[in-house]
Every structure is written in structure tokens, then in C-alpha cells.
């Protein structure tokens, strides 16, 4: 994320926030510098994280943890907390790619893109220290299954609070053909 403008330090300009944020902090931070305030409304899953951000008397990130995503249909589900990410279920990308390489000042390498290491068998689970390890190289799942279990546990705990997926039938009268190719709607 960034920011600047008046309203951030001098002494923080130019420097990384490296707490968690989630898009859904965007609008109660966003609504405090403009003056407002959430009291009164829903419960919002979003934080203020105007503190955090500015870096406002060392204050952390008010957000410990990130549901990446449960997806049932595909058996899938993923959680970052603290320095830690789980993902559960059959991973298509599994293994490491390579940044691509910077050939001039605007133009990138599209020969980097190959595979490192062996590739993640399906229906497993990868747990990753994002801090020490941002390339997700190493599967920590057997050094640490307390880790595991907790962000398990997480994972179930937003599954039974979670509404099932509906898809309704595909309409034929939807099809972009109809409309320059374009999605739009249609009724």
C-alpha cells in the first residue's frame, strides 16, 4: 500500500509499513482522514489503519490475520496470520517461479518464468513464513504443526460463519457475442 500527502509524517516518508492490511481497511482508514467515523454503522470487517500507516506513536497494525480465501468447490483455502500463510487443498501453481529478469529500464525477461524446485503434490497443505521466506520456497508444514493446527482452526471458524456459494444457471442471453463482445448487463 501507499500513501502520502500532508497528513503523513516527514519522518515516515519514503519508508514500508510492514503490518497486515486488507482491502477491507481502506474504507474506515480513509473515512478517519476525511474526517469521519464508523461509529453508528455496521460492524465492518475493515481497521482503521491510519495509525499504523503514519506510524503514529509506533503503533501496530490493529489486523492479526487475512482470510485469503475458502473456496469450496475447489477444495481451497488459504490464511495468513502474523508472519504465517496456510493454503489447504490442491495447488495449481505449486513450486517457485522466478521473477523475470529486467532487460533495459522498461522492458522484462520473458525466459525467467521457468519452475524452481519440485512441484507441491495435490490435497496438501503448505505452510509458509512469509517474513523469512517472501518466495514461499520452504514448506514448513512438518516443523510446525502447532502453527498448522492454529491456522486450521482459523480456517474452520470463518467456514461456519461463511454463507454457501450460488452460481445461478448460465443464460445464453448473457453472452457477450450480443454486445460487441463485451459483458454487460443484460436485463
Request: net charge neutral.
Amino acid at each position: 500500500a501507499f500513501v502520502t500527502g500532508k497528513g503523513v509524517p516527514a519522518a515516515k516518508a519514503g519508508t514500508k509499513h510492514t503490518g497486515l492490511m486488507h482491502i477491507t481497511d481502506w474504507f474506515p482508514t480513509l473515512l478517519r482522514v476525511a474526517g469521519g467515523n464508523t461509529k453508528g454503522s455496521f460492524p465492518l470487517d475493515g481497521y482503521d489503519q491510519w495509525d499504523a500507516v503514519t506510524g503514529a506513536q509506533n503503533v501496530k497494525s490493529p489486523r492479526e490475520e487475512v482470510l485469503c480465501n475458502i473456496d469450496k468447490l475447489s477444495n481451497n483455502s488459504a490464511i495468513r496470520r502474523g508472519d504465517w500463510k496456510l493454503v489447504v487443498g490442491p495447488q495449481q501453481y505449486s513450486g517457485w517461479y522466478a521473477p523475470p529478469k529486467l532487460v533495459s529500464d522498461r522492458v522484462l525477461s520473458s525466459s525467467s518464468s521457468s519452475l524452481v524446485g519440485a512441484p507441491t503434490p495435490p490435497n496438501t497443505i503448505s505452510l509458509f513464513n512469509v517474513t523469512a521466506d517472501p518466495e514461499e520456497r520452504n514448506n514448513l508444514v512438518d516443523q510446525h504443526p502447532e502453527v498448522v493446527k492454529m491456522l486450521l482452526d482459523r480456517i474452520a471458524f470463518y467456514d461456519a460463519g461463511s454463507i454457501p456459494a450460488w452460481s445461478p444457471p448460465n443464460d445464453p442471453e448473457s453472452d457477450p457475442k450480443y454486445f460487441g463482445g463485451a459483458w454487460m448487463p443484460w436485463r
